[in-house]
Structure formats: structure tokens, C-alpha cells
């Protein structure tokens, strides 16, 4: 699977394992930075990782910062994407089932790297049921405000 992943500052150490992780797993992944610690604004890089979801050249995208809220916001900007912040497996796995997420966020200050892998995974395994819940997915990206 053609996986993106980008970071504040905050979650850079949290960010490369994941990164490698993934590869091990047989994913393509495009690490979207940032490079080192120097402090970053996460919105920055919360959109550039929506951005390459919506087009298609990542199917899945993966977005940390230190507690994960941020940068969910900032990809969810994009009415394409649909990221959900989370911080065990069964979070992950019904946000792919319920929801069809196309993004997962989470928290380095807050979620261990083992724990990261475990949601991480269940994001990736779990298939979207479709059925009533598209329907509703359909409206995350149409909304009548």
C-alpha cells in the first residue's frame, strides 16, 4: 500500500519509527517531513499530507504531532480526507469499518510506540463495511451546512 506520513516537531522520533516500520511491513511510504526537531507549524504539514491523499498518490495517510488533535484538524481541512485521532486498535480498526478513513492521527506524547504500531496496523487490516455507512460518509465529504 502506498502510505504518506508527516509531523510536527514533536512527533519526529515517533514519525521514523513508524516510517520504518512500515517499510518493513512491504509498504510504500513517502515520509512528508518535517526533518528534524526545529519547531514547525503542524498545519503545514497536515495539509501537505491531506493534499496527497485526496489526489490518490498515497492511499493512506498517517499524521502526528504531540498530542494528535492539531494535526487531525488540519487534515481534516481537506473534504477528501477523512482522518481519525486515535489512541488503541479498536479506535483505528472502526474508524476504517464505520467511517472509511483514509487518514489515522495520533499523539507522540501520548501513545507508545508499540501501542502506535498496534493502531497502526488495525487501521491498515480493517476493510470499510460500506452498507449504512456510506451513506453517511458521503455526507462527511458533502456537507449541508
Not at 6 to 14: K, P, R
Not at 15 to 21: G, Q, S, T, V, Y
Not at 24 to 38: I, K, N, S
Request: glycine share 8%; hydrophobic share 40%.
Amino acid at each position: 500500500m502506498r502510505i504518506a506520513i508527516a509531523s510536527d516537531h514533536a512527533a519526529i522520533d515517533l514519525k521514523a519509527e513508524l516510517r520504518d516500520w512500515l517499510i518493513e511491513q512491504g509498504h510504500e511510504v513517502a515520509d512528508l517531513g518535517p526533518e528534524t526537531t526545529e519547531s514547525v507549524d503542524y498545519p503545514d504539514f497536515g495539509y501537505k499530507l491531506a493534499s496527497v491523499v485526496a489526489d490518490g498518490t498515497a492511499e493512506r495517510g498517517v499524521a502526528l504531532c504531540g498530542s494528535g488533535i492539531g494535526i487531525s484538524m488540519s487534515v481534516n481541512r481537506n473534504p477528501a480526507v477523512r482522518c481519525a485521532l486515535v489512541s488503541e486498535p479498536l479506535s483505528a480498526s472502526l474508524a476504517r469499518e464505520h467511517n472509511n478513513a483514509n487518514c489515522i492521527a495520533m499523539g507522540a506524547r501520548l501513545t507508545g510506540s508499540d501501542m502506535a504500531k498496534a493502531c497502526l496496523a488495525a487501521f491498515l487490516e480493517t476493510e470499510f463495511a460500506g452498507g449504512r455507512h456510506q451513506r453517511r460518509v458521503d455526507k462527511l465529504s458533502n456537507p449541508e451546512i
